[in-house]
């Protein structure tokens, strides 16, 4: 045999080994057993029961916010309106700038 391919199938067969061996140890694994085990739920004594509602309580921590009559909302104050091309009218343009730019003559040359 050539030196070159005793390598490889030496090379080959112990890379099957080590396959088959890494398959065996895969299938020593400990597994769940067929057994069915029914969920058993634990009580609890204060689900669902009725109780006394907290106290009330500010959600702001303190009474600096105030709010008076004549206010004006937030989105009042916005700037004037910006105007934005639609999308279609864009694209026209596109089309047109597209049309009138030139086009490549097709020459032949032998």
Sequence with gaps: ????????????????????????FGQ???????NPQPIQMSEHSE????????SETSLLGSNLYSYAHGEQPLWEFGSSPVYETPLGDVARAYRKEHAAKAKAVKGLEK
């Design 1 to 24: 045999m050539k030196p070159n391919l005793m390598k490889t199938t030496i090379f080959a067969i112990s890379f099957l080994c080590l396959l088959c061996a890494t398959s065996a």
């Design 47 to 54: 689900h669902a029961s009725q109780h006394a509602l907290a």
């Design 28 to 34: 020593n694994a400990p597994v769940l057993t067929n």
